[in-house]
């Protein structure tokens, strides 16, 4: 099992970047592909970045192409999302997920662990 937890969340400005930090605890986070999803208000969960075991295939929905980066380090148990460009569309709560899945994983039950959410918001 894993336990994650989000930081790094706040409000920006259009145009701006927030680093999202997912950390996760117990010795098995390797194991474990991870994903980052948003839920924005009045819609439904959506997987916009994911991460295999060993980092070497990455997922990005999109929403999410050419603006924001994935990445692992199995060593520090982190995944982080590095989102420039940031709009207000982008606006939504954001979460960590961990799945036992070896391919990546790109759809919301294919997840089975999650971390609380934080909060990022985007506006003028």
């Known amino acids: 099992q894993v336990q994650l937890v989000e930081s790094g969340g706040g409000t920006v400005q259009p145009g701006d970047s927030l680093r999202l930090t997912c950390a996760a605890s117990?010795?098995?986070?390797?194991?474990?592909?991870i994903g980052w999803v948003r839920q924005a208000p009045g819609k439904e969960r959506e997987v916009i970045a994911a991460?295999?075991?060993?980092?070497?295939?990455?997922f990005l929905s999109d929403s999410a192409k050419g603006r924001f980066t994935i990445s692992r380090d199995n060593a520090k148990r982190t995944a982080y999302l590095q989102m420039n460009s940031l709009k207000a569309e982008d606006t939504a709560v954001y979460y960590c997920?961990?799945?036992?899945?070896?391919?990546?994983?790109?759809?919301?039950?294919?997840?089975?662990?999650w971390g609380q959410g934080t909060q990022v918001t985007v506006s003028s």
């Open positions: 991460i295999v075991r060993s980092g070497v295939t990455k």
């Open positions: 997920a961990a799945s036992r899945e070896q391919a990546i994983a790109t759809t919301i039950p294919e997840y089975q662990y």
């Open positions: 117990g010795r098995t986070f390797s194991s474990y592909g």
